[in-house]
């Protein structure tokens, strides 16, 4: 007879928004074991598993710590509780986490201060106290803290008062998987799994049970806002409630988002085990992504499973139109479906897709290879090209414009390079071939085309660097250190090394002379040597800048880009990931406008 052996569950942490599957193992009346469900849909010889989830309520009030979501909460920020959108970050588990927070947490009432200006006054005798004395007008009791309950929603419900005291069990879930909800904030989980009869419907034998701990909300970083470098003092958030760029603009999204192949506990052991999950990951960086409402999206470390089952679908609903090139795989091994590559997507309502472009290094290696390199050389010459590497180049026609018709009478094509660099730090001359190789190709592009053009992606190189200045210059000086590793001349002669696109990156925008609101706070976190983000990617061992949005500044110009975020806040949870920013990139997003047609 069918029987259940154990459960359990694959994290014990469960997180509002993020399904819990159980683990349930079975032994089928063959005495084998098998972990398949066995449905009241298909029972097995009369048996079937009957699931029940249910929410553990009881007289304790819970609140839990916004910094450390796995802690109580026994502080609230008095600022913060008086302001609504602030609640939910007002929380803290002692006062040492609020003071260690302080830092970060001070920018939340500056922010909320420029947007209501009446609050300057109060904000200043606030944040003038200092942490310290701040920390000191909060209560030390769960009994007396300002809890956010006197609202129409409150973040945080207030647990059901039992008449008889002790615990009540509310179901919530009636199948295998449950996805807990903001009403399970504090309250812990209980998963029911039991053997019942198909006729009967009756219970068999006791049921196997597991208790999960509390249920945590998903961490919610501040709305990175989008911030105008045409001089105009307009600043705004990008969220769900529409998007701010004028008519006749669009905008742009470049994100690695690290692959769950990737994503080891090895790597990155500072991140909490449940916030490096990719079932919370993909939760969150979905939220992220659709958040952003950007226009066109490119994301790098994309695996060809997720994106399949996964990122395509679920930016489907949002009215995204989704391109797709998975790494070759003559270096890979496992699995291709957990291969990763890029995927470009484009809201339907914006553009239309006119054509897609393949782009495989390992191919032009082979060429090279046969062209140039001796025979005796050439196993060797493919074993240090060959790196799986790709670039995914769409060709877009708009379906807005700055006039009604293009004065040339031509229709108004956008051509959108993705691409992941190879990220062997030691393959200098392989990161610069590749880069080469594409921009020919972009070149060929644009000759035929003549449209304007973004080069996106995460090219595993720093500013400065030969890769990123053939990019922006154009070319690459004979004498750039980076030129002195290519072990078989596949550089040479260097005087190849150029195209002619005018390519600029966008985020260099940030050090234009004008200025505008707030400008200079985010000229700080440039670096004004090489007109490039600090960083694009922070971890523990790293942080500088890999990742551009290239633009032709002869056809387009930048109105607004998405503001960078800064090291300090980052490094309250020690780098990326974490729980608010599930990659170990940054997002960078640009707010574009066509300019008049000038033939190159």
Same mark, same amino acid.
């Given at each position: 007879m069918l029987s259940v052996i154990?459960? =359990?569950?694959?994290?014990?942490?469960?997180?509002?928004?993020?399904?819990?599957?159980?683990?349930?193992?079975?032994?089928?009346?063959?005495?084998?074991?098998?972990?398949e469900d066995v449905p009241e849909s298909a029972p097995l010889e009369g048996y079937f598993l009957r699931y029940r989830w249910y929410r553990v309520q009881s007289d304790k009030k819970?609140?839990?710590?916004?910094? =450390?979501?796995?802690?109580?909460?026994?502080?609230?920020?008095?600022?913060?509780?008086k302001r609504r959108a602030l609640v939910a970050k007002s929380y803290h588990c002692s006062p040492k986490c609020f003071t260690d927070a302080w830092q970060h947490h001070k920018t939340l009432h500056e922010r909320a201060a420029a947007e209501n200006g009446n609050e300057e006054d109060e904000l200043a005798r606030f944040n003038s106290t200092g942490s310290g004395v701040l920390a000191s007008t909060l209560s030390g009791s769960m009994s007396n803290l300002t809890l956010a309950n006197n609202g129409p929603t409150p973040f945080y419900p207030s647990s059901i008062t039992q008449k008889n005291g002790g615990e009540t069990l509310i179901e919530v879930g009636g199948c295998k998987t449950y996805t807990p909800t903001a009403d399970d904030i504090g309250y812990v989980l209980k998963f029911e799994c039991v053997v019942a009869n198909a006729?009967?419907?009756q219970f068999v034998g006791h049921p196997s049970t597991i208790l999960t701990s509390r249920v945590i909300p998903a961490p919610s970083p501040s709305p990175r806002r989008l911030i105008s470098v045409n001089g105009a003092d307009v600043m705004g958030h990008l969220d769900q409630d529409g998007r701010i760029q004028s008519a006749g603009s669009f905008t742009v999204l470049s994100y690695n988002i690290l692959s769950d192949t990737s994503a080891s506990s090895d790597l990155y052991s500072y991140c909490p085990p449940w916030a490096l999950s990719w079932p919370y990951r993909r939760q969150n960086l979905l939220r992220e992504i659709v958040g952003y409402r950007a226009d066109v999206v490119c994301l790098q470390e994309v695996q060809s499973d997720h994106f399949h089952e996964i990122f395509a679908p679920e930016l489907d609903k949002h009215g995204y139109q989704a391109l797709y090139k998975r790494k070759t795989n003559e270096v890979l091994s496992g699995s291709t479906s957990a291969i990763d590559g890029c995927a470009t997507f484009f809201r339907r309502d914006r553009f239309a897709h006119v054509k897609k472009y393949d782009?495989?290094?390992?191919?032009?290696?082979?060429?090279?290879?046969?062209?140039?390199?001796?025979?005796?050389?050439?196993?060797?010459?493919?074993?240090r090209l060959v790196k799986d590497n790709i670039a995914l180049i769409v060709v877009? @026609?708009?379906k807005f414009g700055n006039q009604p018709t293009d004065p040339s009478g031509k229709r108004q094509l956008i051509c959108v390079a993705n691409t992941h660099v190879n990220v062997q730090q @030691?393959?200098?001359?392989?990161?610069?071939?590749?880069? =080469?190789?594409?921009l020919k190709g972009l070149e060929k592009i644009a000759a035929s085309a003549d449209i304007p053009m973004l080069v996106c992606g995460d090219f595993n190189t720093l500013p400065g660097s030969a890769p990123h200045t053939l990019l922006v210059m154009g070319k690459v000086d004979p004498l750039h250190p980076d030129l002195l590793v290519d072990p078989f001349g596949i550089l040479r002669p260097h005087t190849k090394l150029t195209h002619q696109l005018p390519l600029v990156s966008a985020y260099s925008s940030f050090v234009r002379p004008v200025m505008g609101l707030g400008l200079e706070q985010h000229r700080r976190r440039m670096d004004l040597n090489t007109n490039e983000p600090l960083f694009t990617n922070c971890t523990r061992e790293f942080i500088g800048t890999h990742d551009y949005i290239f633009y032709t500044a002869d056809t387009l110009m930048v109105e607004s880009l998405l503001e960078l975020l800064d090291e300090e806040g980052l490094r309250k949870d020690t780098a990326l990931p974490s729980p608010e920013w599930s990659s170990n990139h940054?997002?960078?997003?640009?707010?574009?406008?066509?300019?008049?047609?000038?033939?190159r």
């Open positions: 154990r459960v =359990h569950l694959p994290s014990e942490i469960p997180i509002v928004g993020c399904e819990l599957t159980p683990y349930v193992l079975v032994r089928r009346p063959d005495k084998t074991a098998a972990t819970v609140t839990i710590c916004s910094v =450390h979501p796995t802690e109580q909460a026994t502080l609230q920020c008095v600022f913060c509780s006729e009967t419907k782009v495989e290094f390992n191919k032009a290696a082979q060429s090279l290879t046969e062209a140039i390199i001796p025979h005796t050389q050439k196993r060797n010459a493919l074993n877009l @026609e708009s @030691e393959l200098k001359d392989v990161k610069l071939w590749q880069v =080469h190789t594409l940054i997002a960078l997003l640009a707010e574009f406008r066509c300019m008049p047609r000038t033939r």
